[in-house]
């Protein structure tokens, strides 16, 4: 099974801390709140959601990463054909790490295997702040938040209303370095991106209404 590499070469193996099981008498949901997409035949996508109480979906009980296989913007059509897929709870997917919320803050889902991904949620009043670190080439690392805070910063943020949470970008630098955000969060579904033999050359954010800006290109 082929799964997402920000590196031809990169195959996933991870460390991370894995949520003990929830208490029976409480039902659960995972709501998908963040994709990372590659533009490449046959790999799957990493796929970011929150686990909250089915009953009360305002209370989210932890973090979670997982592939969507052998879902990807070439096989699939397009980006938002995957953002459909990752919405779809029929589709296959294989769990890669959880971190429960008491350990927001201080812990991490990490990707070990070549230094490929880690994750980090830090609650901030009613919204969490999400911290994504990676690697893109042999050197590089592609972040939001932490330390490239002041050019993409992005939240998580619970809408009442639809009783859904959702990505928010804070601060989003285009490719040229300008703010793309304006007085109110933008919502950010998620990262595309094509992979080759050297890494990610370009990265594109999707946005609100299928719209779309490139974050990165090193060409």
């Given at each position: 099974?082929?799964?997402?590499?920000?590196l031809?070469?990169?195959?996933?193996?991870?460390?991370?801390?894995?949520?003990?099981?929830?208490?029976?008498?409480?039902?659960?949901?995972?709501q998908?709140?963040?994709?990372?997409c590659?533009?490449?035949?046959?790999?799957?996508?990493?796929?970011?959601?929150?686990?909250?109480?089915k009953?009360?979906?305002?209370?989210?009980?932890?973090?979670?990463?997982?592939?969507?296989?052998?879902?990807?913007?070439?096989?699939?059509?397009?980006?938002?054909?995957?953002?459909?897929?990752?919405?779809?709870?029929?589709?296959?997917?294989?769990?890669?790490?959880?971190?429960?919320?008491?350990?927001?803050?201080?812990?991490?889902?990490?990707?070990?295997?070549?230094?490929a991904?880690?994750?980090?949620?830090?609650?901030k009043?009613?919204?969490?702040?999400?911290?994504?670190?990676?690697?893109?080439?042999?050197?590089?690392?592609?972040?939001?938040?932490?330390?490239?805070?002041?050019?993409?910063?992005?939240?998580?943020?619970y809408?009442?209303?639809?009783?859904?949470?959702?990505?928010?970008?804070?601060?989003?630098?285009?490719?040229?370095?300008?703010?793309?955000?304006?007085?109110?969060?933008?919502?950010?579904?998620?990262?595309?991106?094509?992979?080759?033999g050297?890494?990610?050359?370009?990265?594109?954010?999707?946005?609100?209404?299928?719209?779309?800006?490139?974050?990165?290109?090193?060409?």
């Amino acid at each position: 099974m082929k799964i997402l590499m920000v590196l031809a070469s990169v195959i996933l193996a991870t460390a991370c801390s894995f949520a003990p099981a929830f208490a029976a008498d409480v039902a659960t949901v995972n709501q998908p709140v963040f994709l990372l997409c590659p533009s490449h035949e046959h790999y799957g996508s990493w796929s970011l959601y929150l686990k909250v109480d089915k009953n009360d979906p305002s209370k989210v009980l932890a973090l979670g990463l997982e592939e969507l296989t052998n879902r990807n913007s070439k096989d699939d059509g397009g980006y938002e054909k995957v953002i459909e897929a990752q919405r779809n709870p029929e589709t296959a997917r294989q769990n890669i790490g959880t971190l429960e919320a008491a350990s927001f803050g201080s812990g991490s889902i990490r990707v070990e295997k070549n230094n490929a991904l880690s994750v980090t949620c830090t609650p901030k009043g009613s919204d969490y702040e999400l911290m994504i670190n990676m690697r893109i080439s042999a050197d590089g690392h592609f972040i939001i938040g932490g330390t490239e805070s002041d050019k993409r910063n992005v939240i998580l943020k619970y809408n009442a209303v639809e009783k859904k949470w959702a990505a928010y970008a804070t601060v989003l630098a285009n490719q040229e370095g300008q703010n793309v955000v304006g007085a109110q969060p933008l919502f950010l579904s998620g990262l595309a991106f094509p992979v080759t033999g050297t890494g990610i050359y370009r990265i594109v954010a999707g946005l609100m209404g299928g719209r779309a800006v490139i974050v990165y290109d090193s060409k």
